[in-house]
């Protein structure tokens, strides 16, 4: 119930969701014009400032870590974490497969495991009840697809906290108190605060960074665009989780370091 809750309220918090709501507002409360304009003006800039490619770069720059390759070469595991998935893919016969998301965190394990060849841990449950954990579906696209072995599979956890909790479990049994933790570079703040609460040391390994093309730079920054308008809810859901962690786990959630 409570992922569920989350979810609603995101959808109502964030763009594109919050400034409808005051646009809704506006329009229910506009026989008194004052406070009906004041919601109109806010709804329309807030949703046009979440459209930009520069507030998409500045949220991001409070995020994401400095890209590096600073992995340990034994005596620790590739923990990659699940990023949703591709629901009732009709061309699959309706099976749920990896998504983009996902996908685009499969291909740096890979490329971590190859450059290591440290064993592979995926975690990720079925958070709002589907039929297959995202765990499985992460191991059987890397093992199928990509041809890279998976060691353990964590199929129950429901959130970011659960993911460290529960893998941490499988890797004190292996005796293993470091992760080279693959997840986006912008949810790699609160990852790491949460596998480093479970005792482990963290050597990130983030994976799609939010970088602006040619197209975004200069005045362009500033002309609006639906892909910046996702991105921009994505990276805001980031620091509301920062706060909610941070209140719901007492967790410190302090710039993502290397352990």
């Known amino acids: 119930m409570e992922i569920l809750l989350v979810r609603v309220a995101k959808s109502l918090i964030l763009p594109p969701g919050g400034p409808l709501v005051l646009l809704l507002l506006a ?22 400032l979440a459209a930009i490619p520069a507030t998409t770069g500045w949220l991001a720059g409070g995020l994401e870590p400095p ?7 034994e005596n620790a595991a590739i923990v990659v974490l699940s990023g949703g998935r591709y629901a009732d893919a009709p061309e699959y016969g309706g099976e749920d497969r990896a998504g983009v998301v996902e996908l685009r965190r499969l291909l740096h394990a890979r490329h971590v495991h190859r450059a290591t060849g440290l064993p592979v841990l995926v975690s990720g449950g079925k958070p709002l009840g ?8 992460m191991e059987r696209t890397l093992e199928r697809v990509l041809d890279t072995p998976v060691r353990w599979t964590e199929p129950e956890s429901r959130n970011t906290w659960e993911n460290a909790v529960f893998s941490a479990h499988r890797l004190e049994a ?7 933790l693959v997840t986006h570079a912008a949810h790699m703040r609160r990852a790491a605060a949460c596998f480093r609460a479970q005792g482990l040391a963290v050597h990130p390994a983030p994976t799609g960074y939010h970088t602006a093309d040619a197209g975004d730079r200069g ?19 980031e620091y509301l989780g920062l706060a909610w962690y941070r ?10 370091r290397q352990s």
Do not use: M
């Not at 890209?67 to 070469?73: L, Q, V, Y």
């Not at 292996?174 to 080279?180: F, I, N, P, S, Y």
């Open 130 to 137: 589907e039929d297959a954990a995202g765990a499985r579906l």
């Open 67 to 73: 890209a590096g390759t600073a992995w340990p070469a």
């Open 174 to 180: 292996a005796g293993l108190e470091r992760v080279v």
């Open 219 to 237: 005045l362009l920054a500033w002309v609006p665009d639906a892909g910046n308008l996702l991105a921009t809810r994505d990276l805001l859901h």
């Open 27 to 48: 329009l229910l409360l506009w026989r008194w014009r004052r406070p009906a304009r004041i919601l109109l003006a806010t709804g329309i800039v807030t949703l046009y």
């Open 247 to 256: 209140v719901r786990y007492s967790l410190d959630t302090g710039p993502s």
